[in-house]
């Protein structure tokens, strides 16, 4: 072969234990980035707690990050040729190293969310990164294993990451959440740089849809703050909420018709002209949006309702994971097989049904009463995963994969910041009012009062423990109600899908990532 050719193939693959030690460096990289979504669920109240701000507020630490790092992922291509993908994700991790020292170092909830945002914009070019040096250094014919490692580490790192949050929360600082990434950044990025440089491809000047990132970043910003600080404000009678939708409106309008008419968009919104691309991420940012938000509300509810701790409601919210590892493999091969339409249908109903059984929740309910519904939920998950990705990968052209790819990327997590700061208000809204009205319907609440101070309680303590039953009982039904709301949006997703067409070639189960 000449050396224009092997130029032209790329860097050989590595062999032996060069290769056994970069695909362990790249997985845990990606397995880092994607446990720093959800290690901070379970840490929630413990961060509001020690930083003065309310439960709902806390989740800002989640939906910053998540928004921070979608709005990169359009750029990871760009960065890539740029700088080359070795240098990009050896940046990303000291970034991602140094922002997690500074979130850990937050004197106040202000600055812990500045630094999760910068944490996220590390973040974001990582996962593309460690997947596509992944399948630089695996040999071709064994590029599915490569893509297999890597799967894994995404669908084990969310299992972890409620359980070591919570233990961390509970027996050590909140803030060790984030200082526990600053070890493995450094020998990830150390390690992977020394062992990869050499390959790196030159960097090339390509232009870059600079406008088109500003006007994504300011309607995306705007929307999110405006959701997260809703609330708050007492939304649209505050003059914050409506600049901030004025801005999101216009911005967004904006940004259409920019990157509609753009030579060189930084997010190729053309792709929606494929009516199967269209539908695939349409139920994929539904769904997931449902079930991040169902996520988020959990370990919220366990601990500032049902007295739970941080470690216990991260047991409970683990047990999904357990499943889906199973179902993975045996669902990628039935994808080319069964109608990916039936596929998907299925696992959304049946998480429709998971949704439901939830909604049955008592006060007295135990640990396994709440624990078993997300064990059941693991086996719907890969069935919703991995034919969605697939069918909408499968729609477009093939040389509009990696743009398909990105955005679809993007509308997943952004949909999950916005459904998460969207049920947490409602969450709160909702048991607010059903507190009221419950108040106002006890038959006879001096009897009540009467009874507990007969049995040695002072008045003030019988009224605090009335209260703190009709608090309970309203964020119970709260509860109960959000998780009806996502049983329906699960129900709407299984049934949209069917408007796409049934695919002609199918992408494999790895490609969406």
């Known amino acids: 072969m000449s050396q224009s050719a092997q130029a032209a193939a790329g860097p050989p693959p590595l062999t032996g234990a060069a290769l056994y030690t970069a695909a362990l460096l790249l997985g845990l990289a990606n397995f880092m980035v994607v446990l ?67 979130c850990g170092l937050a004197p106040s909830f202000a600055m ?28 071709k014919d064994k590029g599915p294993q490569a893509l297999g490692l890597w799967s894994m580490t995404t669908v084990v790192a969310p299992i972890a990451g409620p359980i070591l949050g919570g233990l961390i929360s509970d027996n050590m600082h909140w803030s060790w959440i984030f200082f526990i990434n600053i070890p493995v950044a450094a020998l990830v990025g150390v390690g992977a740089f ?6 790196d491809m030159r960097g090339k000047r390509v232009p870059v849809d600079y406008v088109g990132l500003g006007l994504l970043v300011v309607w995306v910003g705007a929307m999110q703050i405006m959701l997260d600080k809703g609330k708050e404000l007492d939304w649209f009678s505050s003059s914050t909420i409506v600049t901030l939708a004025i801005v999101a409106v216009i911005g967004f309008a904006a940004f259409l018709i920019w990157e509609l008419t753009s030579d060189n968009p930084i997010v190729n919104l053309k792709v929606f002209r494929h009516r199967g691309f ?14 991040f938000a169902s996520v988020v509300l959990i370990p ?30 045996i669902v990628a091969k039935l994808v080319g097989k069964v109608d990916i339409r039936a596929l998907v249908s299925f696992g959304v109903f049946w998480m429709a049904g998971v949704a439901m059984w939830r909604a049955s929740f008592t006060t007295d309910a135990n640990f396994w009463v709440i624990a078993l519904p997300q064990f059941v939920l693991g086996f719907a ?18 040389q509009e994969t990696a743009a398909a ?89 299984a049934s949209i899908i069917w408007l796409a067409p049934k695919p002609k070639r199918v992408a494999g189960p790895g490609g969406g990532h």
Not at 280 to 288: D, E, G, I
Request: proline letters at 5%; one cysteine or more.
């Open 36 to 102: 720093d979504t959800t290690i901070a669920n379970v840490s929630v109240p413990h961060i509001a707690g020690a930083l003065a701000v309310s439960p709902s507020q806390g989740t800002w630490v989640i939906t910053s990050y998540s928004v921070a790092e979608a709005i990169t992922v359009p750029l990871t291509g760009w960065l890539a040729q740029r700088f080359g993908p070795v240098k990009v994700f050896a940046a990303g991790m000291a970034g991602f190293g140094l922002f997690s020292t500074l």
């Open 112 to 139: 812990l969310v500045a630094f999760r945002v910068m944490q996220g914009l590390c973040g974001g070019p990582i996962m593309p990164m460690s997947q596509t040096l992944l399948l630089q250094i695996f040999p």
């Open 194 to 199: 020394r062992m990869l440089i050499s390959r």
């Open 278 to 291: 269209v539908v695939a991420v349409t139920t994929l940012s539904l769904t997931f949006g449902a079930f």
């Open 300 to 329: 919220l509810w366990l601990q500032t309702s049902m007295g739970y701790t941080a470690t216990w409601a991260g047991y409970a919210g683990c047990l999904n994971g357990v499943l889906a590892v199973i179902m993975s493999p």
């Open 381 to 398: 998950m890969p069935f919703f995963f991995i034919p969605t990705t697939s069918l909408s990968l499968s729609s477009v052209l093939p």
């Open 405 to 493: 790819a990105g955005l679809q990327n993007f509308l997943r997590t952004t949909a999950a910041a916005f459904s998460t700061s969207i049920m947490t208000t409602a969450w709160e809204n909702t048991a607010t009012a059903k507190r009221t009205l419950m108040a106002g319907a006890l038959p006879d609440p001096q009897a009540a009062l009467d009874t507990m101070t007969a049995r040695g309680m002072s008045m003030d303590q019988a009224l605090r423990q009335l209260e703190g039953l009709v608090q309970t009982q309203a964020v119970m039904i709260s509860t109960n109600r959000m998780f009806e709301v996502t049983a329906l949006v699960f129900a709407i997703a």
